[in-house]
């Protein structure tokens, strides 16, 4: 991922052409497509693939182009479809991420044997708590408090968000998920959380009544197969220009001070009272090596 203080927002990517390397964080809606076209969207391998309707045949075309044989891509919350290709050049990091193109990922989810079981994957007229009518997947982030970041999957490190997210779309998570937690923006801007089952809406059995088959499959597959004992809720949804998300370079204990930041230092340091050695007991010159089981 590319520095946000010199590289080029994701916001204003028109200068990425498909085959560019992309120079942001790796995330999205997941779908997938095979050497004849065939694009779709599957919860678990071994079971029912979901075609996309309408095919975009264009990003088709130039994807097959990057990737002969197929394979996965994400379509990140901005619309960016990006991919991960093989770099031939025999070193330990064998694969890169790509740019393919923009999507307008709207539409819907048909199962291939059952079209009457279409899936859409924004559904309409839903309120903030509102069971989600549909697949939970796409762009995941994470969040405490007013804290909120994106965990890079390798390095295992967190990058915080450049900008707050809209105060309506922010409480509504926090009365959501009090404790924090992980949520996903769907490439339509849509806003989806997983709460527990004890904290569902008092409606939760009316509202379950009139899911889809396919989407009351989906839950079943994530509850026995994933052991995910919660059920996704509609939060809210970000417009067009409060998307894509843009998230900062993870502070390092190796990077350097800011003058700002050396300056609050030393002003909290010089705050401190001074002691004798002889106040200290013995205790305060230990390293306190116990683990959180031991708290």
């Known amino acids: 991922m590319a520095d ?40 678990y391998n071994g079971t029912d693939r979901f075609d996309l309707e ?31 290709i093989e770099t031939g050049d025999g070193s330990s990091d064998a694969y890169k991420t790509v740019y393919v193109g923009q999507m307008d990922l709207d539409g819907r989810l048909v199962p291939r044997d059952e079209p009457g079981h279409a ?8 309120n903030p708590g509102d069971l989600w009518k549909s697949v939970y997947d796409g762009a995941t982030y994470s969040f405490s408090g007013e804290r909120f970041w994106w965990q890079d999957g390798e390095t295992k490190l967190r990058h915080s968000f450049a900008d707050t997210l809209p105060q ?36 939760i059995r009316a509202q379950f009544r009139e899911l889809s088959r396919p989407v009351k499959r ?15 809720v509609y939060v809210g949804h970000l417009s067009a220009d409060e998307r894509p998300i843009e998230v900062e370079e993870p502070t390092r204990l190796t990077d350097p001070l800011s003058e700002q930041e050396e300056a609050s230092l030393e002003a909290w340091v010089a705050a401190m009272g001074s002691y004798e050695e002889s106040d200290l007991s013995e205790d305060d010159h230990r390293r306190d090596d116990r683990g959180e089981g031991s708290r």
């Not at 942001?24 to 997941?30: D, K, Q, S, V």
């Not at 899936?119 to 839903?126: A, D, F, R």
């Not at 989906?218 to 996704?232: A, I, S, T």
């Open 168 to 203: 309506e779309i922010t409480d509504e998570l926090k009365r959501l998920r009090m404790n924090g937690g992980r949520f996903v923006i769907t490439p339509c801007g849509d806003v989806i959380t997983q709460i527990p089952n004890e904290k569902t809406p008092p409606d």
């Open 54 to 84: 309408p095919v975009p045949s264009g990003l088709i075309t130039e994807l097959l182009e990057l990737k002969r044989s197929g394979g996965a891509l994400r379509v990140t919350e901005g619309g960016a479809v990006i991919t991960r």
């Open 218 to 232: 989906f839950l079943q597959l994530r509850r026995d197969r994933g052991n995910v004992d919660m059920v996704p």
């Open 4 to 43: 946000n203080e010199t590289s080029t927002p994701e916001s204003t990517i028109d200068a990425l052409s498909p085959g560019d390397e992309w120079p942001f964080h790796y995330r999205g809606y997941g779908l997938s497509i095979n050497q004849d076209g065939d694009i779709w969207w599957q919860a």
């Open 119 to 126: 899936v859409p994957i924004s559904p309409n007229g839903l």
